[in-house]
């Protein structure tokens, strides 16, 4: 099964984490299956970027992203060249190391 690697972000997951996925899972349902919780207020539905993560290793493993995603991401905070939209993400057979950025589009919440 594939590990995600996730690195520290000081809300989500202040220790980093390591957890397996099964192929065929996007990396948002992936952390929300194992208690990171990530925001994604458009519910799975490539219709925001508060799911926004950068993928530091295994980027090409991922699905292939398609001109929704695409057009999405040019709005989200932080973007980088191997930035997904983690609910879009689909993992396959490799690892796959990811950066939740500090901020999303829908940074200033309540408890902000």
């Known amino acids: 099964m594939p590990v995600i690697r996730i690195l520290p972000h000081e809300e989500y997951c202040p220790e980093g984490a390591t957890i397996q ?3 065929g899972t996007s990396i948002c349902e992936a952390l ?5 919780e990530i925001e994604h207020a458009c519910e ?8 926004h993560v950068v993928v530091r290793e295994g980027f090409n493993s991922l699905g292939e992203m398609d001109e929704s995603e695409e ?5 989200a905070w932080g973007l980088e060249p191997t930035s997904r939209l983690s609910c879009q993400a689909i993992i396959s ?4 190391t990811i950066e939740i950025p500090k901020y999303s589009i829908n940074h200033a919440r309540e408890k902000h």
């Open 93 to 96: 057979d490799k690892d796959v």
């Open 71 to 75: 057009d999405l991401l040019d709005r």
């Open 44 to 51: 799975l539905s490539c219709a925001c970027t508060t799911c």
């Open 32 to 36: 929300l299956d194992n208690h990171i």
């Open 21 to 23: 996925a099964e192929r």
